[in-house]
């Protein structure tokens, strides 16, 4: 599947887009907090024929890393709204908007502030509001959480093997290594032989983290959901084993809240593999391309205030993007 390239206009200079597939129906899938755009290839290749996905370097990742700050989850709500406006802007369907791990709070509050740009959510292993405890040390909680993604972002590396080591004893991805991986890792390598990095910018992470573990209203956005919203989690967290990110009597919690979330677990998955591996790409790939029933999300609307919706939340998309002739 050729990958296209795409820059588009936000605040401080250009986003980059990856572009997957050529068809009609479109997904927008945001990614994790130390990720890239790279990391939705697996999924990317098993969507079905008619289908486009597209995935933001989010701002401080990948080739979107160069954009300035601040930084945080207003900016990324910002910057994700100009994506779909303009991807949008000229098809006949509204866009499906995925979020994994941070992606998926992204997603979350893109969807809540900007209803009718999105025609359904998907919240894959992350989404939910996190218990944390007064007082606490966000940037201790992100070394604990992450270990080795967020460790790597102050390290230096002599050449691509190296590197490709480093991922390779990561304990999710060990045992699931594959050319998507593969991929994943040397989109995110950048610098001068001898002394290569990560691209992600620590300072960014660090303050989407705070955002994501100091009260942004992810709760209200929630409750505000109105339509049957798939949530997919993996049984095993960070680090390839259980604890899972999201503890299931939290899921259970918010199911009894909100009636419209649909929980799925997904067997012999972690955090990473969710997006990775066959079973996490699976259940991602039916979860998006997979119709809702009638009355979906934002259904119960008359037809014309939906449109009006739409009309209002796509103002903009005129289309002022450059594609990017290679992948390079």
Not at 7 to 25: E, H, K, Y
Not at 61 to 83: I, K
Not at 119 to 126: A, C, E, N, P, Y
Not at 323 to 328: L, M, R, W
């Amino acid at each position: 599947m050729r990958l296209r390239l795409l820059d588009v206009p936000v605040d401080g200079g250009n986003l980059r887009v990856l572009l997957w597939g050529t068809g009609a129906q479109l997904a927008v899938a945001v990614h994790g907090i130390t990720a890239s755009a790279m990391s939705w290839q697996a999924v990317a290749r098993q969507m079905p024929a008619g289908w486009t996905l597209a995935a933001p370097d989010l701002r401080g990742r990948g080739r979107s890393s160069g954009l300035p700050g601040p930084y945080g989850l207003d900016a990324h709500v910002a910057d994700v709204t100009a994506v779909l406006r303009h991807l949008a802007g000229s098809r006949r369907f509204r866009p499906v908007l995925a979020g994994h791990s941070l992606g998926a709070y992204i997603a979350l509050l893109t969807r809540d502030a900007h209803p009718g740009l999105v025609r359904r959510l998907v919240l894959v292993d992350s989404g939910l509001p996190l218990p944390v405890p007064e007082g606490i040390d966000t940037d201790a909680a992100l070394d604990a959480a992450l270990g080795p993604a967020i460790a790597r972002l102050r390290q230096t590396f002599p050449d691509t093997e190296a590197y490709l080591a480093f991922w390779r004893a990561h304990p999710a991805l060990a045992e699931h290594w594959t050319a998507d991986v593969e991929a994943y890792v040397r989109y995110d390598l950048t610098g001068e032989p001898g002394r290569l990095r990560s691209r992600v910018a620590e300072e960014a992470v660090r303050a989407d983290n705070r955002d994501l573990l100091t009260g942004k209203p992810f709760a209200d956005a929630l409750d505000r959901l109105t339509g049957p919203t798939p949530l997919l989690t993996a049984p095993a967290g960070f680090f390839g084993v259980p604890p899972p990110l999201l503890p299931p009597e939290l899921i259970k919690e918010w199911q009894r809240r909100v009636p419209q979330l649909r929980h799925k677990l997904v067997p012999d998955a972690n955090h990473y593999t969710m997006v990775f591996g066959k079973p996490g790409v699976a259940a991602v790939v039916a979860a998006i391309t997979t119709a809702p029933p009638r009355g979906g999300q934002g259904g119960s609307s008359p037809r014309a205030s939906a449109a009006a919706r739409w009309k209002r939340d796509t103002a903009g998309g005129d289309g002022n993007h450059r594609i990017v002739p290679d992948a390079g």
